[in-house]
């Protein structure tokens, strides 16, 4: 066990749809990342905050949003969602800037 | 651009039969090198980081090793529990953490 709870574990939407993903990082963990995977496109890094800021931005749809929150959890917010959006979703905290990340065991969203 | 490549996508041993797996990686100012085990529909689990050229770590059957352009994950005398999926990533100077596809790991009794 990582330490990183992820909610819910399992999600089945319809097209059009939204949904939030929630993430609760390691105790004291001030950094969450939140990554995508498909069996195609492997681990795709989303979007990182630090103490509540956005500090990094990768290939995350504008359709996507993210926050952090002054507790430290994190949501991962999905938009009018497309059947291609279904994925593995994981999210990672680590204490700091430049540490390893530990993740969670992910949110299985399927979009029909 | 920062990229992370893993080789070969897929690898079956035989129990015992060693081996090493390549990560290869351009990235401006590496901050580290990680290297994770994947199961089917789990999350990665840490095993490893590296810093600097020339480091290496060990934890049981596996030894990673890492130098300016790559890293290699050698797996040792490997049993059928270490089939899993290998992940490696890299942490560049403006602290986006990038995964290479990731190398299947088949390790037949």
Redesign the interface.
């Known amino acids: 066990d ?1 330490g ?1 709870t992820q909610t819910p574990k399992h999600l089945i939407t319809a097209t059009g749809q939204r949904v939030t993903l929630r993430c609760s990082p390691r105790s004291g963990d001030l950094s969450v ?1 939140w ?1 995508q995977q498909s069996l195609d ?3 795709q ?1 989303l979007i ?1 905050y ?1 103490n509540g800021e956005e ?2 931005k ?1 290939n995350i749809l504008e359709r996507f949003s993210a926050q952090q929150f002054p507790d430290l959890h994190s949501e991962l917010n999905l938009s009018s969602l497309e059947l291609g959006d279904s994925a ?1 979703y ?1 999210c990672a905290s680590s204490p700091h ?2 540490n ?7 949110s ?1 969203l399927t979009v029909v | 651009e920062d990229q992370v490549t893993q080789s070969p996508e897929a690898l079956r041993l035989q129990e015992g039969e060693s081996s090493s797996l390549n990560c290869s990686y351009t990235v401006s100012g590496l901050r580290g090198l990680f290297w994770y085990r994947q199961d089917p529909g789990k999350g990665p689990e840490f095993l490893f980081t590296l810093y600097s050229a020339g480091e290496e770590k060990e934890k049981e059957r596996l030894k990673a090793t890492l130098t300016k352009k790559e890293s290699f994950l050698h797996i040792t005398a490997p049993k059928p529990e270490d089939s899993a999926t290998y992940l490696c990533a890299v942490q560049a100077e403006d602290d986006k953490i990038i995964f290479g596809k990731g190398t299947r790991l088949h390790i037949l009794p």
């Open positions: 990582s990183v990342y990554y496109q492997g681990l890094f990182q630090y500090r990094a990768g593995l994981f800037l430049t390893t990340i530990y993740f969670g065991e992910g299985w």
